[in-house]
């Protein structure tokens, strides 16, 4: 009798730790799984942070509409953070400690990512990073965060060769911010200069939040460049192009990608026609960009629509990836699990951007880049490759 009840105890005891580790991992109920964003939804970078959590929507209520994440629909906790960095922080402690996310999305800008990467390697959360790809993610790799996209230095490298090639023997002009943004976009294109031994005429500075470029622009014509990456981000490009219109100069020009958003064509106006970019999702013009678009469509408001931009096609896929390495994870998903499921991320088709893999030890998905160029006339963008 005495083995029998000791026997009962000890697996009472294992059923009860078991029930315990179960229930400790937090984000999730028997008909609920909690996901958290922070991004910036107010300001300037809204026109990024909003358009990527729409993507997060669309994915979301994709896996929602076809029964949840094994029977479990998905709560999506979004933050505002203004793109304040110390908002950035309080807003992803808030998501975790207080919302209980079981996993979290997109994170707000590179700068933003950075500083609370400490925060997220700490709880050990199951993170997918989906809008500003800079190397400080990945390298060295983090045990739970992943990194979809492509390094600004690799981007800036493939516009750059493809614009040399394409303008043999021209002169070149270049503009960037004068911060950790800008450095990076400088190393992307001195890599080319040195290589391809590039007649660079015209290297210019912009102070972060600048508006008038009248006089840089008017520096860049006098030196003569046929060709010019504006390293600028939204705004700073828009009033670049707007300048050398008024000038009567239109050099061969390349933009990046966090400016190829079709509300900055549109108020380019046709200063903007023809200028290059590069980019790692589709563009909407084509068949994929179109498909997305319709599937879209149906799963969001009117007025989230109307939002879409290339971001919302990053937040998407990196969603879709979230998602799935989850579901493999079967009725009792952990932290743990999910983290190996990511891992183990091999060629995952989403419709938006070459398929995505990670690896063991491997937390940056490395896509493929493309080059697309502006057409006015349809405020759009299409691939030239």
């Not at 230095?153 to 002009?173: F, M, Q, R, S, T």
């Amino acid at each position: 009798m005495k083995a029998y009840l000791a026997t009962a105890s000890l697996l009472l005891a294992g059923a009860l730790s078991s029930s315990v580790a179960l229930a400790a991992e937090q984000g999730i109920t028997d008909t609920e799984i909690v996901i958290g964003d922070v991004e910036p939804l107010t300001g300037p970078p809204a026109l990024l942070g909003v358009a990527a959590s729409i993507g997060h929507k669309i994915a979301i209520a994709e896996a929602n509409n076809a029964g949840g994440i094994n029977g479990r629909k998905i709560k999506y906790v979004l933050e505002d953070d203004g793109y304040v960095t110390a908002r950035t922080i309080q807003g992803v402690k808030k998501v975790i400690d207080v919302d209980k996310a079981f996993a979290l999305l997109g994170i707000s800008g590179s700068g933003q990512s950075i500083a609370v990467m400490p925060v997220l390697e700490k709880s050990g959360i199951p993170t997918v990073i989906d809008v500003a790809p800079v190397k400080f993610l990945w390298e060295p790799p983090r045990k739970n965060v992943f990194v979809v996209g492509q390094s600004y230095e690799e981007g800036i490298i493939h516009l750059v060769n493809y614009l040399a090639d394409k303008n043999p023997g021209k002169k070149w002009g270049l503009i960037t911010q004068d911060d950790d943004y800008g450095i990076t976009v400088r190393d992307g294109f001195d890599t080319v200069v040195k290589a391809k031994k590039l007649n660079v005429v015209y290297s210019g500075n912009y102070k972060k939040g600048q508006q008038d470029f009248s006089s840089d622009m008017l520096q860049l014509k006098g030196s003569g460049a046929d060709v010019f990456l504006a390293g600028g981000i939204i705004a700073e490009n828009i009033a670049m192009m707007k300048e050398l219109e008024k000038l009567n100069v239109k050099p061969v020009t390349g933009i990046f990608w966090p400016g190829r958003v079709e509300p900055v064509l549109k108020l380019m106006g046709p200063a903007g026609d023809g200028i290059y970019a590069v980019d790692y999702v589709e563009p909407f013009a084509s068949a994929a960009g179109k498909a997305f678009l319709e599937k879209a469509k149906p799963l969001v408001s009117e007025n989230e629509f109307k939002g879409i931009n290339r971001y919302t096609m990053t937040g998407y896929a990196a969603a879709k990836v979230l998602i799935a390495a989850i579901e493999r994870c079967g009725k009792q998903p952990t932290w743990a699990c999910t983290v190996s499921e990511l891992e183990k991320t091999k060629n995952v088709e989403t419709g938006v951007m070459a398929p995505i893999s990670f690896g063991p030890g491997v937390r940056f998905s490395n896509q493929k880049l493309q080059i697309m160029q502006a057409d006015f006339s349809t405020l759009s963008f299409k691939s030239v490759n």
